[in-house]
């Protein structure tokens, strides 16, 4: 059974920074892409960022290239996004799924605020 756990979500002045992981469990860490997603109250989820198995394809949305950075650590099976210079407008829920998005994947994300 697959499971992806989201963390590190929390409340931030706009300027700083926050560091998600996302816990992966089964063997579908190593099948593909993992993407970071996210939703804001009132909107769609949204693309944020994903990376390959190996690292080394890593692609971001325009609206976060430059400030967020996504990582894996296979040994551990965990996927992380560091978020630096966060605005107001980074306030949402982030979840991690594979990418293409697995919909029996979704978990409960965690918060993400930013204060102005």
């Known amino acids: 059974q697959v499971q992806l756990v989201e963390s590190g979500g929390g409340l931030v002045q706009a300027g700083g920074f926050l560091r998600l992981s996302c816990a992966v469990s089964?063997?579908?860490?190593?099948?593909?892409?993992i993407g970071w997603f996210r939703q804001a109250p009132g909107k769609e989820r949204e693309f944020v960022a994903d990376?390959?198995?190996?690292?080394?394809?890593?692609n971001y949305a325009d609206s976060v290239k430059g400030r967020f950075t996504i990582s894996r650590d296979n040994a551990e099976n965990t996927v992380y996004l560091q978020m630096n210079s966060l605005k107001p407008e980074d306030t949402a829920v982030y979840y991690c799924?594979?990418?293409?998005?697995?919909?029996?994947?979704w978990g409960q994300g965690t918060q993400v605020t930013v204060s102005s």
């Open positions: 799924n594979t990418n293409p998005p697995n919909p029996w994947y």
């Open positions: 089964g063997r579908t860490f190593s099948m593909y892409p």
């Open positions: 990376i390959n198995w190996s690292g080394g394809s890593r």
